[in-house]
């Protein structure tokens, strides 16, 4: 499980997510899976973009399989519900007019990013060689 980015610098994090990457995927085993869970800080707003995750992985030989959203909440039937805490409600309370819905907006999910090894490419089949001197044989 990692926290998305790696770091806050941007190159530090890509450099951190090769060696990330290019470790799970020489420690795969034939026919194995990769899942990635990642969750992204709690100040983060608006939906995050792993596109970064996906093409590093293409890079180490892993390709983009499914991407899967765990949700921490009980269910009622087929719908998610989430109850907020007293110290959430608190919270919220406490909080001036423009940040009040802060707290209303809980990340209460990880995403499961599923990568499994690209097969290396077939050799291409040997063209017939013709006769050295062009003549065409049957």
Not at 102 to 114: E, F, N, Y
């Amino acid at each position: 499980m990692a926290c998305w980015p790696l770091d806050p610098a941007d190159v530090t994090n890509r450099i951190r997510l090769a060696w990330l990457l290019t470790a799970c995927a020489r420690l795969l085993h034939p026919g194995g899976c990769l899942v990635l869970v990642v969750t992204v800080p709690t100040a983060t707003t608006g939906p995050e973009d792993f596109s970064p995750v996906t093409a590093a992985a293409a890079t180490v030989g892993l390709g983009y399989l499914q991407h899967i959203v765990a949700v921490a909440a009980d269910t009622d039937g087929d719908a998610f519900v989430y109850h907020v805490t007293d110290e959430e409600l608190l919270t919220l309370a406490q909080q001036t007019r423009p940040e009040r819905w802060a707290v209303a907006h809980l990340k209460v999910h990880a995403d499961l990013l599923v990568f499994s090894p690209v097969p290396a490419p077939a050799p291409a089949p040997a063209s017939r060689r013709r006769h050295e001197s062009g003549d065409h044989r049957d």
